[in-house]
T-cell receptor, first 111, second 114 residues
Framework: QQQVKQSPQSLIVQKGGIPIINCAYE??????FPWYQQFPGKGPALLIA?????SEKKEGRFTISFNKSAKQFSLHIMDSQPGDSATYFC??????????FGTGTSLTVIP | ETGVTQTPRHLVMGMTNKKSLKCEQHLGHNAMYWYKQSAKKPLELMFV???????ENNSVPSRFSPECPNSSHLFLHLHTLQPEDSALYLC?????????????FGDGTRLSIL
């Protein structure tokens, strides 16, 4: 059973647009929700993370929105740039080493 | 050199070969991980080592054998692999075991089984 469900699988936006990637989970014991960015030929790199005691976190152009009651969280990329074209993974964990990852979203930002 | 380094970057091997993947982290972390990344699938956690001791083995077939000689080095020994084992193998590390520490990934070894 997939612990974290991610959508969409792929996304194409124009430069300056605001792509939104969504993730949903079932296990209410999860208490840490990171997002990773992966470029071709590279490993995933931590982008931003949130804990369930806050509803939103911003770091630069990247924002996580968290809805604890709906068990959903999403990544918004403001003023997207071609350099943001990458695969994005959401993940969740519950205090141990075990991270559960989504299936990834391939983002293309068209100049 | 900083971060998490994996070698080799690419590996092609036959089903009867024996090879090893190497991971080295220069971050002073105490936990290290092996993941398998296949297209259109979530990253699959394979093994976890905390302070050189294996603490997780997610039902990984015995043809994959991990080794952690110290907190900075992690190996994945491979033997008699199957075609479905072709994937990107990622190593990661985190500062401490548990506590939802962010994981730092290497760039992976792309493994192809003939």
């Amino acid at each position: 059973q997939q612990q974290v469900k991610q959508s969409p699988q792929s996304l194409i936006v124009q430069k300056g647009g605001i792509p939104i990637i969504n993730c949903a989970y079932e296990n209410t014991a999860f208490d840490y929700f990171p997002w990773y960015q992966q470029f071709p030929g590279k490993g995933p790199a931590l982008l931003i993370a949130i804990r369930p005691d806050v509803s939103e976190k911003k770091e630069g152009r990247f924002t996580i929105s968290f809805n604890k009651s709906a068990k959903q969280f999403s990544l918004h990329i403001m003023d997207s740039q071609p350099g943001d074209s990458a695969t994005y993974f959401c993940a969740a964990s519950r205090g141990g080493n075990q991270f559960y990852f989504g299936t990834g979203t391939s983002l293309t930002v068209i100049p | 050199e900083t971060g998490v380094t994996q070698t080799p970057r690419h590996l092609v091997m036959g089903m009867t070969n024996k090879k090893s993947l190497k991971c080295e982290q220069h971050l002073g972390h105490n936990a290290m991980y092996w993941y398998k990344q296949s297209a259109k699938k979530p990253l699959e956690l394979m093994f976890v080592y905390n302070f050189k001791e294996q603490t997780e083995n997610n039902s990984v077939p015995s043809r994959f054998s991990p080794e952690c000689p110290n907190s900075s080095h992690l190996f994945l020994h491979l033997h008699t692999l199957q075609p479905e084992d072709s994937a990107l193998y990622l190593c990661a590390s985190s500062q401490e075991p548990g506590g939802n520490q962010p994981q730092h990934f290497g760039d992976g070894t792309r493994l192809s089984i003939l």
